[in-house]
């Protein structure tokens, strides 16, 4: 069986728009500053995508999508993971799991991880996994400025 991994990371800072929502993993976090970004900057889909393209050795998500190109100002990330997924699988791949790890101070993960989940999964076509897990006040995570997402992503020849 051929099989490949892939990393993916993202990071953004917290936006100062009150407007902007927060969103991750394609949940909007309501009450929650948002974070600054071209797209939605939902990181979780960001680190995904990231993850497939790299398993299947299709570039990136600012290749693929570059936050130059003023058609993706403001897109939802979902719908940029669901593209990068139709890519994977039209070059021969086949999505086997994704696992997360998303690190922030606040808010948290635990009561919105089953949705992300459920939707990062409907859009994969396999199970991802998520998990919160803090900065402890270290660094910029910790201070809350930003957020950031690991993913890891197997993929095999379909």
Same mark, same amino acid.
């Given at each position: 069986?051929?099989?490949?991994?892939?990393?993916?990371?993202?990071?953004?800072?917290?936006?100062?728009?009150?407007?902007?929502?927060?969103?991750?993993?394609g949940v909007v976090f309501e009450g929650e500053? #948002?974070?600054?970004?071209?797209?939605?900057?939902? /990181?979780? @889909?960001? *680190?995904?995508?990231? !993850? =497939? $393209?790299?398993? +299947?050795?299709?570039?990136?998500? #600012?290749?693929?999508?570059?936050?130059?190109?003023? /058609?993706? @100002?403001? *897109?939802?990330?979902? !719908? =940029? $993971?669901?593209? +990068?997924?139709?890519?994977?699988?039209?070059?021969?791949?086949?999505?086997?799991?994704?696992?997360?790890?998303?690190?922030?101070?606040?808010?948290?993960?635990?009561?919105?991880?089953?949705?992300?989940?459920?939707?990062?999964?409907?859009?994969?076509?396999?199970?991802?996994?998520?998990?919160?897990?803090?900065?402890?006040?270290?660094?910029?995570?910790?201070?809350?400025?930003?957020?950031?997402?690991?993913?890891?992503?197997?993929?095999?020849?379909?």
């Amino acid at each position: 069986m051929d099989l490949r991994v892939g990393q993916g990371f993202d990071v953004h800072r917290l936006s100062d728009d009150p407007a902007r929502p927060l969103v991750l993993g394609g949940v909007v976090f309501e009450g929650e500053r #948002g974070l600054h970004g071209h797209s939605d900057a939902d /990181a979780v @889909a960001h *680190a995904v995508t990231d !993850a =497939l $393209l790299g398993a +299947a050795g299709l570039g990136d998500i #600012g290749t693929l999508f570059p936050d130059t190109d003023p /058609a993706f @100002a403001g *897109a939802d990330s979902m !719908a =940029l $993971l669901a593209e +990068a997924v139709r890519q994977v699988r039209a070059a021969g791949w086949v999505p086997g799991n994704v696992d997360c790890t998303v690190v922030l101070d606040a808010p948290k993960v635990a009561p919105h991880r089953d949705e992300m989940q459920r939707r990062l999964g409907a859009v994969v076509g396999a199970e991802v996994t998520v998990k919160g897990k803090r900065a402890e006040q270290l660094g910029s995570i910790g201070r809350r400025e930003g957020i950031a997402c690991f993913a890891v992503a197997i993929v095999s020849r379909a």
